[in-house]
């Protein structure tokens, strides 16, 4: 029989089955090698990457949400100096982050410093109501300027109050307690984030991870929050899956807003031994000194893991895990974050006055919640890392089985077959 048979023929075919099945065998590690050779390449921090793309590209847009605490007995208060009865009233839905980072330079030394560009544009089909809707809330001049003067300038204060027909409550429209309105006490425009529009955040120092990939954007479990002027640190919770992604979910330590009794770091964020309890007080950081002055408090949402005190003074909270907690879920092969929910409260403190008008009636010191916001991103980033990256990940692994399984498959096939014809052969010739 010739080379050509039907025997060197299956023979032949075994033969190229089992160079296809080795050839898929191999193509695992060399994938391997291959996946993280491309993973560390996209994930640099510079033009041409999939890490830059997502960095610096403005089609990503980051939202925030803002729930406020409309006071229902704000005559109570003033009048009989009742504790605050608050509703919670949202979400009012901002796109932010929409502009791309600007004044970015490449450093010699493998960082990227930048500006952050801030805009805010209104999202009614994301909200309960539009931007004209009425808040009673605690008014900002009189709580500023009652923790600012001594108490020897109360008198005068009580006269600019009565005479602009002010009090400890005001009625604001969401647009303006966010952006500015003109107070007629200051004779300025104040406003929880104003000025924000046409103003920039940073400027920031990051890691490209040129020459280290570990160091991309600094460390994915530390991130700065210029809202609290801090870094802070998140801890591993749980793996989970995010449109068929799978990420780690890290989440804020509860050391973040311990009191600086459990936790020294927080220090500089206790500036009033009596209106904090000795400093004893958990979950709220004074953030006055890097406010320019404003006595603002930032916490978690409705005093979540703050002291009960918080909450014995304000009826109305009710704090949830789940739903006020600040997250970050992070896609563990190349660190990139697909989803966050950086949630944080505003809040003022008033107190007693015996000769402010509106405050003689106060008998504590109470922290008094003006808003909650969440920031997130939106859906588009973990489209962008499946398309962008992901996907070139499964083609190689599906290209990897595809090999395998046919290798194999056909060196049994013609194997099996070569045996059959040759014992066919041997019977044949018997």
């Not at 931007?131 to 600012?148: I, K, P, W």
């Not at 802070?232 to 749980?238: F, L, M, T």
């Not at 950081?285 to 304000?314: A, K, M, N, T, W």
Request: hydrophobic content about 40%; charged content about 20%.
């Amino acid at each position: 029989m010739g080379c050509f048979s039907i025997k060197c023929g299956l023979l032949a075919g075994s033969v190229f089955g089992a160079v296809i099945a080795i050839l898929g065998g191999i193509l695992i590690p060399v994938g391997d090698m291959i996946i993280e050779r491309t993973v560390k390449k996209e994930a640099v921090i510079e033009p041409g990457t999939t890490a830059y793309d997502n960095w610096a590209a403005s089609e990503i847009a980051i939202y925030r949400q803002f729930w406020f605490f409309d006071v229902k007995n704000p005559q109570q208060v003033v009048q009989e100096g009742a504790f605050p009865e608050v509703q919670e009233k949202g979400p009012y839905t901002y796109k932010t982050r929409y502009l791309p980072k600007a004044n970015v330079t490449f450093n010699p030394n493998n960082t990227a410093s930048f500006v952050l560009p801030l805009g805010a544009i209104f999202e009614p089909s994301m909200s309960v109501g539009p931007e004209e809707d009425t808040v009673t809330s605690l008014n900002l001049a009189v709580a500023g300027a009652y923790s600012l003067l001594p108490p020897a300038s109360h008198i005068l204060l009580d006269m600019v109050i009565n005479s602009t027909n002010s009090s400890l409550f005001q009625h604001r429209t969401v647009k303006e307690l966010l952006w500015g309105y003109h107070d007629p006490i200051l004779k300025d425009t104040i406003g929880l984030f104003s000025p924000y529009n046409g103003t920039t955040d940073g400027p920031y120092n990051v890691f490209t991870g040129k020459d280290d990939i570990s160091k991309v954007s600094d460390v994915p479990l530390y991130f700065f929050s210029s809202d609290i002027c801090r870094s802070v640190s998140a801890s591993y919770e749980k793996t989970m899956n995010l449109k068929g992604i799978e990420v780690y979910r890290y989440s804020l330590l509860p050391s973040t807003l311990a009191s600086p009794v459990d936790n020294p770091d927080n220090k500089c964020f206790c500036r009033n031994y009596e209106t904090t309890k000795n400093c004893t007080l958990a979950g709220a950081l004074d953030i006055s000194s890097c406010s320019d002055g404003r006595p603002i408090f930032i916490s978690l949402p409705h005093f979540l893991q703050g002291s009960e005190y918080l909450r014995e003074v304000v009826l109305g909270l009710h704090p949830d895990e789940e739903h006020h907690k600040t997250f970050l879920d992070v896609e563990p092969i190349t660190g990139f974050t697909l989803n966050f929910a950086k949630r944080i409260q505003v809040n003022m403190m008033y107190g007693p006055a015996k000769d402010i008008t509106v405050l003689n009636k106060s008998f504590f010191h109470i922290l008094c919640p003006l808003c909650n916001q969440t920031a997130t991103l939106d859906d588009k980033t973990a489209d962008m890392f499946k398309r962008e990256l992901l996907s070139r990940i499964d083609m190689l692994e599906i290209v990897q089985q595809v090999l395998l399984i046919a290798g194999v498959i056909i060196f049994c096939v013609c194997l099996i077959a070569f045996f059959c014809v040759r014992r066919k052969s041997k019977a044949n010739l018997g």
